[in-house]
DNA sequence: AATTAGATGCAACTAAGTTGCGTATTTTTT
DNA sequence: AAAAAATACGCAACTTAGTTGCATCTAATT
């Protein structure tokens, strides 16, 4: 993992406000460098390579990022949590591709979603997710 | 549960050609009577009302019925799963909303999705599935 | 350098879903 | 109608993602 990724991290994170500690920073230069949505499992194996960082602590990290909008997570097929970085084009509104052979999540950037959906009488538009399932080109 | 569900469901089941068993049955013909998806341990505590009916056995009724297309399953943000009857109307593409508070899962079946995705070079679409996130009308 | 609010690590816990296997029930065959 | 084959059921034990409580440590503030 390049070195300016983890300066851009450290740099996403103080912009919170909140401190920014070498976990935080770590974890997000990993899920940075990434193409697509990680397991928390899979994060813990990539920081564990060099360093250890607890599992809980890794959860509070993702669970802090999420609610500070630096990442977000997507539910897939199997009950379990991925993440993946916001960028302008990953945040918010876009779809998200999982294989449900490696069950491997890819976010499809160039899908556009309708963005007001009509809703039965008295419901309250929050967020809308699309996710795409099908086999990817490794799997297919 | 009215009598007539628990023939439709018989019906239903023995159309599959597998075994028409009573817990079968009985799982079907209560999500029939359901206006939304249920988790597992939702339906349990209906069936168990009256007559029991093993965790383990309920979970492999359902995943046999999610095979055979006679339900369906959604993923909501509790890595919890839960089930919904297949009508004409309810099955394959459509959209769910989820009430991000009581987490009560709602069919949007005036919702209209595209039905041919355009995915990167090499994917297979299988399936689409478009959750809704935010309030319902019980939460706003 | 001392303070302090918040982050970390550890151990124990929760809960959804799965697996293996012996027993019971359907369905088929005779 | 009884026996045989195939499949479903129930129980116990297990797996694994994610959570909670609490003592300790550390990044920012004074």
Redesign the pocket.
């Known amino acids: 993992m390049p070195n300016n990724l983890y300066e851009k991290a450290k740099e996403l994170i ?1 912009h919170t406000g ?7 920073i770590r974890t997000l230069a990993t899920l940075l460098a990434e193409q697509h949505a990680l ?3 899979e994060i813990e194996e990539r920081l564990n390579v060099k360093g ?6 890794l ?3 993702l ?2 990022m999420s609610k500070k909008n630096l990442i977000h997570k997507i539910a897939g097929d199997d ?3 991925r993440f993946r970085v916001n960028t302008e084009l990953h945040s918010h509104q876009h779809a998200h591709f999982i294989c449900t052979r490696c069950t491997k999540v890819t976010c499809l950037n160039d899908f556009r979603i309708k963005p007001d959906p009509s809703l039965p009488l008295g419901y309250l538009f929050h967020e809308i997710e699309l996710t795409v399932k099908g086999l990817c080109a490794e799997c297919a």
Request: glycine share 0%.
């Open positions: 103080s909140d401190r920014t500690t070498h976990h935080r397991t928390h499992r250890q960082l607890d599992r809980v602590t959860y509070r990290v669970e802090w009950r379990v949590w």
